[in-house]
């Protein structure tokens, strides 16, 4: 649905979230974001240590970023994933990560081999720098990986394997002995495996379990701040690798890298030495809205609206619609009902489906989930109804 002179369909998921804002805020209609894919930003813990830090004096974890990431953020990540500082590099967010990953351990010619359904930026922005792009596909109602059909579709020219854990979009836990094969299997190619752990912190055991890096020195590990604790402001992100991978790495880094923000990740350092303050707010949000989708879940499964199961951990769920084969048009059409946003399943190669976010509280989320339910109940209706007979005189 254009508006506002767009004429064409988004091509990305970014796109599509901002023409759905702007025509959200231009028409004035109310609505529940469930597109959110993250806890809400924590602005009066935020608040609350902006002015700790910068009050009365400057706070010591104020310092540069430039060359080596801030001290104390770097201090911090060598502690949760029990490696040397030369093993670590901080930058501009997940994406940033991501972005130098690609433009560091690539060259023309290379393909990238990424899961599907998937977070649409692993192959747009591989796409951006000249990268062919082969998928794996994640199956099953628990979207598990084959390592064997990985292993299938890597082809002389792949590089680079990229797949998320959590998955995103379906929250779902991988099973780390299959990110072990698939670690094995690359080295043996000579391939690198990029595992997006943004979501990965909001499974019960993840402070306990061995993080993806340490399973394969072929495994790379990239994070942030940003969904687990609602963050994305910091533009906290960080590499962990093995260090023959990590001096490839930074050596472009130190070429072309300017943007880390001292006074952010300065931020970031202290959030971090609170971690515990900040795991509580987002399993707090979490505990409080599961009970909440886990109910609506039940109801649309038990009414035939949806198919598929929810993930163990995390904020958000990917079910498919029944009946509704068109998610795009959905989407549209309930968010102008100015209803709720949802995000279409398109944008992670899995039509049919929607993402939703459910770390809100309670009383938007119930609002929000019943403005869902009553959309899909009343847009396959509609689509079910036969078109009027035309009568001529």
């Known amino acids: 649905m254009a508006h506002h002179g767009e004429t064409s369909p988004p091509r990305s998921y970014a796109q599509w979230i901002r023409r759905t804002l702007r025509r959200v805020r231009a028409e ?9 894919s993250s806890v809400p930003e924590p602005r009066e813990m935020l608040r609350a240590l902006v002015a700790e830090g910068f009050g009365q004096t400057i706070t010591s974890r104020y310092a540069s970023a430039f060359a080596g990431g801030n001290p104390f953020v770097v201090e911090q990540l060598m502690n949760r994933y029990r490696v040397d500082a030369d093993r670590l590099l901080c930058t501009t967010g997940a994406t940033g990560a991501l972005s130098l990953i690609y433009r560091a351990l690539l060259k023309p010619g290379d393909r990238v081999l990424i899961e599907t359904p998937a977070f649409d930026l692993f192959d747009t922005i591989a796409r951006s720098y000249g990268h062919e792009v082969d998928h794996f596909r994640r199956s099953g109602a628990r979207f598990t990986i084959d390592p064997e059909e990985v292993a299938a579709r890597i082809g002389p ?39 997006d752990e943004v979501y990965r912190d909001y499974a019960d055991d993840a402070a306990e379990a061995t993080p993806s890096v340490h399973l394969s020195p072929s495994i ?84 035939g609206l949806v198919d598929g199961e929810l993930p163990d951990f995390g904020c958000i769920a990917f079910p498919r619609l029944i009946g509704i084969d068109d998610t795009d048009a959905f989407s ?10 949802v995000a279409p399943g398109s944008y992670f190669g899995a039509p049919g489906h929607v993402r939703i ?14 403005a869902l339910t009553d959309g899909m109940k009343t847009y396959r209706d509609r689509s079910a109804r036969p078109a009027p007979v035309a009568v001529h005189d």
């Open 28 to 36: 004035r209609t109310l609505l529940v974001s469930l597109f959110e």
């Open 220 to 303: 790379v590990t990239i994070s942030s701040l940003t969904k687990i604790y609602g963050l994305s402001t910091l533009r906290c992100g960080w590499i962990v690798a093995a260090p023959e991978v990590m001096r490839t790495i930074r050596a472009l880094n130190d070429e072309v890298e300017f943007g880390v923000s001292n006074l952010a990740h300065a931020v970031a350092a202290m959030v971090l030495e609170r971690r515990n303050r900040f795991d509580a707010y987002s399993a707090g949000i979490v505990r409080r809205g599961r009970p909440v989708i886990e109910a609506y879940h039940a109801h649309w499964r038990a009414n």
């Open 332 to 341: 549209d059409w309930i968010a102008a009902r100015g209803a709720v946003v």
């Open 157 to 195: 020219d792949t590089k680079l394997i990229v797949l998320s854990d959590l998955h995103n979009p379906s929250g779902m836990r991988t099973d780390p002995t299959v990110i072990a094969e698939i670690g094995r299997i690359a080295a043996a190619r000579g391939v690198t495996v990029v595992v």
């Open 357 to 370: 976010g459910f770390g809100l509280e309670p009383t938007a989320l119930e609002y929000g989930l019943q």
